[in-house]
């Protein structure tokens, strides 16, 4: 009789770590995009992403969804002094074709990390939607970027934080330039391509204002608890490196951007220095 004591402290030591690592692991995004798509009346469309896996079912039911329109009328200004935080440095990457996107992919979590509310998120990949997901006062642009980042502290209240820049058509971007060269011969084939070391401050910030909200992942499972910083200055991209983009994945989707979701009375909020430019 007395021996069973062991055993049950023993069990419910294993329970307790079972129940504590399934809490802590991170709902990424899908990696093998083919398994939904963007298509408005297909089977696997937005429509439908909550209902084709049980684990996606934040993607119906959620109530905190991105991506969406950051309106004049619903967008409080805060005066803050400072940019945000990143300590980023080069790093091994990869580039993948998950599908319906192009992704760059760091190594190891060794590419750096920003720091937001006290909390450190580190980089782990950037991905292009064409059209953006994210529009201003109604307005869409020729593409986004999502800069994904994850928080390893374990008892971090929100642990992915997503960075998104918007594009218009103009010239060319400096960062997509050194890409294209290894996108291409990606075209139509789910494929990755170990490209060596990319440093993530090439990629150009712009301007000192930004939106934040609390939303989900753009993509299954679609997460929610995602802190979105949207950089509010528009930077370009040219014609050619949208359609290579595209192209990329032209044999899956011929657009990759989630429609806007509803805001159910979310705040999103206007980072902006004062007397600093858009």
Same mark, same amino acid.
């Given at each position: 009789?007395? $021996?069973?004591?062991?055993?049950?402290?023993?069990?419910?030591?294993?329970?307790?770590?079972?129940?504590?690592?399934?809490?802590?692991?991170?709902? $990424?995004?899908?990696?093998?995009?083919?398994?939904?798509?963007?298509?408005?009346?297909?089977?696997?469309? &937005?429509?439908?992403?909550?209902?084709?896996?049980?684990?996606?079912?934040?993607?119906?039911?959620?109530?905190? $969804?991105?991506?969406? =329109?950051?309106?004049?009328?619903?967008?409080?200004?805060?005066?803050?002094?400072?940019?945000?935080?990143?300590?980023?440095?080069?790093?091994?990457?990869?580039?993948?074709?998950?599908?319906?996107?192009?992704?760059?992919?760091?190594?190891?979590?060794?590419?750096?990390?920003?720091?937001?509310?006290?909390?450190?998120?580190?980089?782990?990949?950037?991905?292009?939607?064409?059209?953006?997901?994210?529009?201003?006062?109604?307005?869409?642009?020729?593409?986004?970027?999502?800069?994904?980042?994850?928080?390893?502290?374990?008892?971090?209240?929100?642990?992915?934080?997503?960075?998104?820049?918007?594009? /218009?058509?103009?010239? &060319?971007?400096?960062? @997509?330039? /050194? @890409?294209?060269?290894?996108?291409?011969?990606?075209?139509? /084939?789910?494929?990755?391509?170990?490209?060596?070391?990319?440093?993530?401050?090439?990629?150009?910030?712009?301007?000192?204002?930004?939106?934040?909200?609390?939303?989900?992942?753009?993509?299954?499972?679609?997460?929610?608890?995602?802190?979105?910083?949207?950089?509010?200055?528009?930077?370009?991209?040219?014609?050619?490196?949208?359609?290579?983009?595209?192209?990329?994945?032209? =044999?899956?989707?011929? @657009?990759?951007?989630?429609?806007?979701?509803?805001?159910?009375?979310?705040?999103? $909020?206007?980072?902006? &220095?004062?007397?600093?430019?858009?």
């Amino acid at each position: 009789m007395h $021996q069973t004591k062991p055993i049950f402290i023993i069990y419910t030591f294993l329970l307790f770590l079972l129940i504590f690592s399934s809490k802590s692991v991170i709902a $990424q995004e899908v990696e093998d995009e083919r398994e939904f798509d963007y298509s408005k009346g297909g089977e696997k469309g &937005p429509a439908h992403w909550g209902d084709l896996k049980h684990e996606w079912s934040d993607c119906k039911k959620g109530g905190m $969804q991105s991506p969406i =329109d950051m309106s004049s009328d619903r967008v409080q200004v805060i005066v803050k002094s400072g940019e945000i935080k990143r300590r980023y440095k080069p790093s091994n990457a990869i580039v993948k074709n998950r599908g319906h996107d192009i992704s760059l992919q760091w190594l190891n979590n060794s590419a750096g990390m920003i720091k937001i509310n006290g909390t450190d998120y580190f980089l782990q990949q950037g991905h292009w939607h064409s059209p953006s997901e994210h529009t201003i006062n109604g307005r869409g642009f020729d593409l986004e970027l999502h800069m994904v980042h994850v928080s390893l502290e374990p008892d971090a209240t929100y642990k992915i934080a997503v960075i998104a820049l918007l594009y /218009k058509i103009g010239p &060319p971007d400096a960062f @997509l330039n /050194k @890409l294209i060269k290894i996108v291409m011969p990606m075209a139509i /084939k789910l494929t990755e391509s170990n490209i060596g070391v990319i440093d993530p401050k090439d990629i150009k910030m712009g301007g000192r204002k930004y939106y934040r909200y609390m939303g989900s992942l753009t993509v299954p499972p679609c997460t929610q608890g995602v802190v979105w910083t949207i950089n509010k200055k528009i930077r370009t991209v040219s014609q050619d490196q949208v359609r290579a983009l595209r192209i990329a994945v032209h =044999d899956y989707a011929e @657009l990759n951007a989630r429609p806007l979701q509803p805001l159910n009375r979310r705040g999103v $909020q206007l980072y902006s &220095p004062e007397n600093t430019p858009n």
